[in-house]
């Protein structure tokens, strides 16, 4: 069984920070690209941030520049560090990883994700 648990949301004010954190558990074998997605209510969720296991990132437009994704392999960890937070940054954000798990008499890469975290913005 393999976990993702995510901590570090949160209600902040216009301009503020926030950093989320997201650790990946259970059976491992090895964890490829890592990832943050946000869902605001009435919408689909949407990618905001992506880091390889070479530590290679690709952003959503709409947070170049404020945010951070990076990674600790040794601690099976990703995180998000968001500054100059905005209103519309609210949404629940979630994050994903790709793992590769054993899978009967091979190994198998699969998606997971967290159970979400809350991020709201006060103006």
């Known amino acids: 069984q393999v976990q993702l648990v995510e901590s570090g949301g949160g209600l902040v004010q216009a301009g503020g920070s926030l950093r989320l954190s997201c650790a990946a558990s259970?059976?491992?074998?090895?964890?490829?690209?890592m990832g943050w997605y946000c869902q605001a209510p009435g919408k689909q969720r949407e990618l905001v941030a992506r880091?390889?296991?070479?530590?290679?990132?690709n952003y959503a437009d709409s947070v170049k520049g404020r945010f951070t994704i990076s990674r600790d392999n040794a601690k099976n960890t990703v995180y998000l560090q968001m500054n100059s937070l905005k209103p519309e940054d609210t949404a629940v954000y979630y994050c994903?990883?790709?793992?590769?798990?054993?899978?009967?008499?091979?190994?198998?890469?699969?998606?997971?994700w967290g159970q979400g975290t809350q991020v709201a913005v006060s103006s």
């Open positions: 994903n990883a790709q793992i590769v798990v054993r899978d009967g008499m091979s190994w198998n890469q699969r998606d997971y």
């Open positions: 259970g059976s491992i074998f090895s964890i490829n690209a």
């Open positions: 880091i390889t296991s070479g530590g290679s990132t």
